[in-house]
């Protein structure tokens, strides 16, 4: 039973068009995270959500818009996608300590 | 500002033989520090963390990291490598307090392991 889930695992796209990436997690933890990971594996957090309610929000274009329907669910919507948001995002989800557990990646390749 | 290094981009060793992964932390407090394994096509495992007490920290798969604070650093080491452990491994710090906070990363090492 995955802890963190995300779906589509791959996501090809052409330029310009609206994706969505969804992120479950069954652990009963408050917070939940996105990051990017780019082509030499730089990661980087782009939002957090505690309880539903946006708490981190790096500098991230507005194309880029998360949502939390609830605490086990953490989605991100990409709008007008462009060449350089090719890269793998992975979501993440953290309890009362800090040790934060990863899904395994989401792979959007915009064409 | 905060920031984490590791020097290596690529590290290349022998099975059975030993490793040592450089990580070393610029940050206003000693945060807390974590070791994360990347095996290809595959989401972040943690290896394991320092948040207090003993600075030799023992982590799963045969890991473990010494936490140096004169010298910022949190190295990860293990005595013998198998083949298994070619990957991208991640140093992360995170700030004290607060159950959620972001990760830093370092930009990560790649080990290859040689027959």
């Known amino acids: 039973d995955t802890a963190v889930s995300q779906t589509p695992k791959y996501l090809v796209t052409q330029m310009g068009n609206d994706k969505s990436i969804k992120c479950e997690q069954n652990?009963?933890?408050?917070?939940m995270y996105w990051y990017k990971q780019d082509s030499k594996k730089f990661l980087k957090i782009m939002f957090s959500?505690?309880?539903?309610?946006?708490?981190i929000n790096e500098t991230v274009p507005n194309r880029f818009s998360p949502k939390s329907p609830d605490k086990a669910h953490l989605n991100l919507h990409i709008n007008s996608l462009e060449l350089g948001d090719s890269a793998v995002y992975f979501c993440?989800?953290?309890?009362?300590?800090?040790?934060?557990?990863f899904g395994a990646g989401t792979r959007l390749s915009v064409l | 500002a905060q920031s984490v290094t590791q020097p290596d981009i690529h590290i290349t060793v022998s099975e059975g033989a030993s490793l040592e992964l450089r990580c070393n932390y610029s940050?206003?407090?000693?945060?807390?520090l974590f070791w994360y394994v990347q095996s290809p096509g595959q989401g972040l495992q943690l290896l394991l963390k320092?948040?207090?007490?003993?600075?030799l920290v023992q982590g799963i798969k045969g890991f473990e990291a010494e936490f140096k604070r004169s010298q910022s650093s949190f190295n990860l080491r293990k005595p013998s490598v198998h083949w298994s452990d070619a990957a991208e491994y991640f140093c992360?710090?995170?700030?004290?307090?607060?159950?959620?906070?972001?990760?830093?990363f370092g930009a990560g090492t790649r080990l290859a392991v040689h027959p």
């Open positions: 993440a989800s953290s309890g009362d300590f800090a040790i934060q557990y």
């Open positions: 652990l009963g933890h408050d917070t």
């Open positions: 959500y505690n309880n539903k309610e946006l708490i």
């Open positions: 940050y206003g407090a000693t945060p807390y």
């Open positions: 320092y948040f207090s007490g003993d600075t």
């Open positions: 992360a710090v995170a700030p004290r307090g607060g159950g959620y906070n972001k990760l830093i």
